[in-house]
């Protein structure tokens, strides 16, 4: 049986997510809803598919989920509207940028019975799902410390900054739920420390683009986390995890493996430039599970639940910047 999808939103990330649907045996894209008809518009040359309005597919028979790749702010609202018509909903992180909206539209989902898979693509992975593997194997024996990593080459437009919630809830998000995932325990301290050190105009904004933060749990595990803007030689997405009996790490991914040795030194090609090319495969696993998970009827691998928890620690280390504390999340 092959699930018949929607798209909603054709920008960047919704581009992403159709070239991910339609690299999925057992997955078709229907239709795409975009109010910009030129986006649309690719989106139907390249994938074969309708153009529709939002409400043409909620009360759609040839649609069994969509994908929600729309602007935050609406995220909640369609999640209620196509899980109350019957649709199971992917949703790019994060469900609202506001704890007690993202509370309630769980509790609306739940009362639906609706299905909801949020988009936190790093956990699919195959360096990262290896990874996970070699710690559920005992390789490392007990998670004792995290060490995790992410710089962006460069800030996204100054528009997008003012609507993404800050680096904290956008970017840094996508390590709160890796950490969480790799602890294996949930998270009772936050402490985070920010600055603006790449480009003054991103202050002047009200974020931050430079930041840190320290996650501990009850037994004591930790989790560091270094995020920035800008990083001047590529994408840098790397994990090591220490653990009782050693460690294992996830380096980052070059355009291609391979190290040229002359007289000048070692040299390796770049870095994937960007989410786009570097979690390509990251994106058509998860959807992939997606399918899988409503074929079979079991849970979903990343829930509301999961983006809930990690706004909370979105949050807990906005407190924490400034009161200048370690902060409970939640």
């Avoid at 999808?5 to 919704?14: F, N, T, V």
């Avoid at 680096?167 to 420390?193: C, K, N, P, Y």
């Avoid at 840098?236 to 391979?258: F, L």
């Amino acid at each position: 049986m092959t699930l018949r999808i929607a798209i909603l939103g054709a920008g960047r990330i919704g581009k992403v997510h159709a070239r991910a649907v339609a690299s999925v045996p057992g997955a078709a894209l229907v239709a795409v809803a975009e109010p910009m008809a030129e986006a649309a518009k690719q989106i139907r040359a390249e994938f074969d598919c309708d153009i529709r309005e939002i409400d043409q597919i909620a009360a759609s028979d040839d649609v069994d989920a969509v994908v929600i790749c729309t602007p935050t702010d609406t995220h909640a609202n369609l999640i209620e509207q196509f899980t109350a018509a019957g649709k199971a909903v992917f949703c790019e992180k994060p469900i609202d940028l506001n704890v007690a909206r993202v509370r309630t539209c769980l509790k609306n989902v739940e009362a639906t019975g609706g299905r909801l898979m949020l988009g936190f693509n790093r956990r699919f992975d195959p360096d990262f799902m290896a990874l996970r593997a070699a710690i559920d194997d005992g390789r490392i024996g007990k998670v004792e410390m995290i060490t995790l990593t992410s710089r962006d080459p460069g800030p996204p437009p100054y528009d997008y900054i003012t609507r993404s919630g800050g680096i904290f809830r956008d970017m840094m998000i996508h390590d709160f739920d890796v950490a969480r995932w790799l602890l294996g325990e949930e998270v009772t301290s936050v402490q985070a420390a920010a600055s603006v050190l790449t480009d003054p105009e991103i202050g002047r904004l009200g974020d931050y683009d430079s930041v840190n933060v320290i996650l501990t749990t009850d037994s004591g595990k930790q989790c560091t986390i270094t995020n920035t803007r800008r990083a001047a030689y590529g994408y840098d997405q790397r994990i090591e995890v220490h653990g009782s009996n050693g460690s294992v790490s996830a380096r980052n991914t070059h355009e291609a493996n391979i190290e040229i040795a002359d007289a000048s030194g070692y040299h390796r090609p770049p870095l994937l430039n960007f989410f786009m090319t570097r979690y390509v495969t990251a994106y058509a696993n998860e959807i992939a599970a997606f399918v899988q998970a409503l074929e079979s009827g079991s849970d979903m691998p990343t829930t509301g639940l999961d983006g809930l928890k990690a706004l909370e620690l979105a949050e807990a280390a906005l407190k924490s910047v400034e009161t200048g504390a370690a902060v409970q999340p939640g």
